[in-house]
């Protein structure tokens, strides 16, 4: 069976048909030569050139190694331009002592966490005893950064959140999508820049017949049962997982990834991340230079044009030590709506950049994520081997502001549990802003903003709670909580597209300075986002080549 590719305008209510049947209109669309596989892009990159120097000059700098900053260094390179990647995080190649660069969900360890000393995973409890533990402090893949009112989950290292989501990829509704960017033509997203991006992720989508009979996926079957009984529509998810790959894993004849608990600490196997994708592409050129566990701590201009940017080298254990200065005749943020947020605040207050205007810091939110389980009877198990991709989601945005994403809980055992990630309307937005007491960036975000989401939320799960005589479970999130209102999976915001920069990213203020990642969206794509920033960052780098080049 073929990887099942997926055409842009792909979305959460389309038919499972309609997305197989143009499988190969997209494809003519694709714009990357292929996927390289794991093993041959892990050659690749430990095969990278040496971490730029102090005192070197690039044409252009991007910070962060991200679906927009992977886009971007791609897009750059086939024009031309020599360009170096600045990445705080580590360069995963290099296997543990296990023999696996990544570890499993059930079994974190000094890989799992960006410079903490205890684990602090997103379900923190199971059958209400806690779950974390202490862990050595490391340079690990998955940040869980804490705000006053918020922890915002992010991938840390090259591939950015690519390396620790679960793969949904997934194109807004169109009739949905002026809500998410009112200032970007819907025509030419999903006429050329959807399709582009579907097709350079490597998107595809389950076969719906190997579905039905798969053990690993009861759990999403249940799921649609109970979607479905109580009136609501349920839907298949595309996602950049390898389907074949998997099926293999199902029948023995591949080392597992998705059906050995592998996915909130990276993927071994079977994930096309962005290693495997844009930057594989990137990295093949060679014209792009990617310098890992690197930190970028300031951007200033420089006399007679282009900018000076200072970088901190990093150890795995967070220490600085070295202090880098390069210049770059343009640079690219690309750090996260988070990193890139929080440094434009930074440059901005402290005199490096003071001509940024007042929008830098603001339309922060969190994608109205909030998650809860619910508890099943025993006519209704999940399935002791769950896959950790999901598949499938539930869908109420039009009638309650909610789309549900059916998630795993691969515990190893039989729970009974229903697991979802939902995915909300929630208006609510925050604001980043300096402290130049503690030194750092603040976020103005409130636990009680999540109200909004848990109500839309609970448009979905007390009418099926009330159809099948079930309650939701309490045992998941400590202190005897139902919904975890407490984190994000997907921030955004925070340099919003024709505010903080122009209709392309381009920081009003500064020639050469751009935005080009998750920043730009104002708050909420409606669905999991990386599709659409990877689909904006198409464009904007695309009208960036023709007419500032």
Not at 129 to 137: A, Y
Request: include cysteine; proline fraction near 5%; glycine fraction near 12%.
């Amino acid at each position: 069976m073929s990887d099942r590719a997926l055409p842009g305008n792909a979305s959460p209510g389309i038919s499972r048909r309609g997305f197989i049947a143009r499988t190969s209109s997209i494809l003519g669309a694709v714009t990357l030569s292929g996927h390289l596989a794991p093993a041959e892009a892990q050659a690749a990159a430990g095969a990278a050139a040496a971490p730029i120097e102090s005192g070197a000059h690039v044409p252009a700098l991007i910070i962060g190694t991200g679906y927009g900053g992977s886009v971007a260094a791609l897009r750059l390179a086939q024009a031309g331009v020599d360009v170096q990647m600045i990445e705080m995080g580590m360069d995963w190649v290099t296997p543990g002592s296990d023999g696996k660069v990544f570890p499993k969900v059930t079994s974190p360890d000094y890989r799992s966490f960006w410079l903490r000393t205890r684990t602090k995973a997103p379900l923190s409890n199971f059958l209400g005893f806690p779950i974390d533990k202490d862990v050595p402090k490391y340079t690990g893949i998955l940040d869980a950064e804490d705000f006053a009112g918020i922890t915002v989950y992010q991938g840390r290292g090259v591939g950015g959140g690519s390396l620790v989501n679960g793969g949904m990829a997934v194109t807004p509704k169109r009739a949905n999508f002026q809500a998410v960017l009112p200032s970007v033509d819907a025509d030419e997203m999903y006429n050329t820049y959807y399709p582009r991006a579907n097709a350079g992720l490597g998107v595809g989508m389950i076969d719906p017949a190997w579905f039905e009979t798969a053990a690993c996926y009861q759990f999403s079957r249940v799921g649609r049962k109970h979607a479905q009984r109580s009136g609501f529509a349920w839907t298949f998810v595309p996602d950049v997982y390898d389907w074949d790959y998997m099926e293999q894993e199902a029948a023995g004849t591949v080392p597992k990834s998705a059906l050995d608990g592998e996915i909130l600490y990276g993927n071994n196997h079977g994930k096309k991340s962005l290693v495997q994708t844009y930057l594989a592409q990137a990295r093949a050129t060679g014209k792009v230079s990617i310098s890992a566990l690197h930190k970028v701590t300031t951007v200033t201009p420089t006399t007679g044009g282009g900018y000076t940017v200072g970088i901190d080298q990093l150890n795995t254990t967070g220490d600085t030590v070295a202090t880098k200065t390069v210049t770059a005749d343009r640079v690219f943020f690309a750090a996260g709506s988070v990193g890139t947020s929080k440094l434009l605040v930074k440059l901005k207050a402290t005199g490096a950049l003071p001509d940024l205007n007042s929008e830098v810091g603001k339309g922060w939110g969190d994608n109205g994520n909030v998650m809860c389980g619910r508890a099943n009877h025993m006519w209704d198990p999940t399935g002791k081997l769950q896959a950790t991709i999901p598949c499938s989601g539930i869908d109420n945005w039009d009638a309650g502001g909610a789309f549900a994403e059916v998630a795993p809980l691969p515990t190893g055992i039989e729970t009974y549990a229903s697991f979802y990630l939902s995915i909300t309307k929630n208006p609510n937005r925050a604001e980043f802003s300096w402290n130049a007491a503690t030194g750092k960036a603040d976020l103005s975000w409130q636990t009680a903003w999540k109200q909004p989401s848990i109500d839309m939320a609970k448009t979905i799960f007390d009418k099926i709670n009330a159809k099948e005589g079930t309650i939701y479970r309490t045992d998941l999130f400590g202190g005897n909580k139902i919904w975890n209102d407490t984190l994000t999976y997907h921030p955004l915001g925070g340099a919003v597209l024709n505010k903080a920069t122009d209709n392309y990213g381009r920081l009003h203020g500064y020639t050469g300075l751009y935005v080009i990642d998750g920043a730009l969206i104002p708050g909420n794509t409606s669905v999991n986002p990386f599709v659409t920033i990877t689909a904006l960052a198409e464009r904007n780098i695309e009208k960036i080549i023709a007419t500032d080049l």
